[in-house]
């Protein structure tokens, strides 16, 4: 496993953006595609439609 990235901030508090990122990967992306962060479909009232995963398979099939 890799290491973790922990950054210290200018006003030297402790920030681990994996946690950060773990902690918001369900949380509605900011703009116009309809994805959460980590990548899955949104579909009506927050409905996970399709996976990330899903979607990768979908698309290198189709570009191999």
């Known amino acids: 496993m ?3 990235k922990i ?3 200018m ?3 402790v920030v681990d953006m994996e946690k950060l990122r773990n902690m918001n990967e369900t ?10 962060a980590r990548g ?3 579909g ?3 409905k996970i ?3 990330r995963e ?4 979908d698309y290198y099939k189709g570009n191999k």
Do not use: C, T
Request: zero cysteines; charged letters at 35%.
């Open 11 to 13: 006003q030297g508090k």
């Open 7 to 9: 950054y210290k901030s």
């Open 49 to 51: 439609m399709r996976k």
């Open 44 to 46: 009506p009232g927050g």
């Open 27 to 36: 949380s509605l992306a900011v703009g116009n595609a309809k994805v959460n």
């Open 40 to 42: 899955d479909e949104i």
């Open 2 to 4: 890799s290491e973790r």
């Open 54 to 57: 899903d979607i990768q398979d």
